[in-house]
């Protein structure tokens, strides 16, 4: 197994509940969405977000099959054929629309207009994995467009190129590029087990399936929002979370020796092959 398997792996264990143990005193997944739903009907009321036409609970039934009931129209339907794997005592399905704000309207900034000295994002500053090159303010970029504003901690997504895995938590407020997109989860999600989930096979395979566009393929707002999520206890989520802090530099290390130790392999095969010769 080679560093990006093992890192899959690790990743994959970690959305399914087998990376770290459950404990039961946790405060359960349910619990957490129905505060995301309080949350949510106080911002639609106070104006600062839009009510969302698709909310919906996900429940498993006394049959053992999950169901979706759409809160708008109150119709439910079965969606056992969408679950991709099966998730602990304690954790909830649901909608990345349901627990974020990916699908809310992004506030937006001529760059002409923007103050010369604010940290500007463009996707080449964001290495592949999502490690953060450098961080350029608008009047060393020259910039001139539309950007979309962030806030500190927002994630962003590159939203072109997604199996590039351009994906961070910001260190701070910006403008950006439209093909990044900002957004925040409610009710206090942690946001590295979010970007870990956003980084899984399971998510990598399904966006780069639906993704359109041939030479720069970009995912829909509709394909993110629907994204199934498969939501641990918030304690878990840290738990989890810190869990993956810990492992991830280890097995790049191991990635690093590894890809020296096959380059050495071919070098010495080469030179071998030319001594018989």
């Not at 794997?85 to 304690?90: A, L, T």
């Amino acid at each position: 197994m080679n560093g990006k398997q093992l890192k899959n792996s690790i990743l994959q264990w970690a959305i399914q509940g087998k990376l770290v143990p459950q404990d039961p005193n946790d405060e359960p997944a349910s619990v957490l969405l129905e505060r995301i739903r309080v949350e949510k009907a106080k911002f639609v009321k106070e104006k600062k977000i839009k009510k969302d036409k698709n909310e919906s609970i996900i429940y498993r039934g006394d049959d053992n099959s999950y169901y979706e009931k759409f809160l708008a129209t109150g119709e439910v339907k079965c969606i056992d054929d969408e679950i991709p794997f099966e998730i602990p005592k304690g954790w909830e399905w649901c909608r990345l629309g349901e627990i974020s704000t990916y699908a809310q309207t992004k506030r937006k900034i001529n760059a002409s207009k923007a103050d010369p000295q604010l940290w500007e994002l463009d996707l080449e500053d964001i290495e592949k994995g999502g490690k953060l090159l450098s961080i350029k303010c608008v009047g060393d970029r020259k910039a001139i467009g539309d950007k979309t504003i962030f806030d500190c901690g927002d994630i962003l997504y590159s939203k072109l190129r997604p199996y590039l895995l351009k994906i961070l938590i910001a260190p701070q407020a910006g403008i950006c590029t439209p093909e990044i997109i900002p957004f925040s989860c409610y009710g206090n999600i942690c946001k590295d087990y979010i970007i870990a989930f956003l980084k899984t096979p399971y998510v990598d395979d399904y966006i780069n399936s639906v993704t359109f566009g041939v030479k720069m393929p970009r995912v829909g707002t509709e394909t993110m929002t629907s994204l199934l999520v498969p939501l641990p206890p918030i304690t878990e989520q840290h738990r989890i979370a810190a869990k993956i802090q810990r492992i991830i530099p280890v097995i790049d290390r191991y990635e690093k020796a590894q890809e020296t130790l096959d380059k050495l392999n071919k070098g010495i095969f080469d030179r071998l092959k030319k001594s018989i010769l």
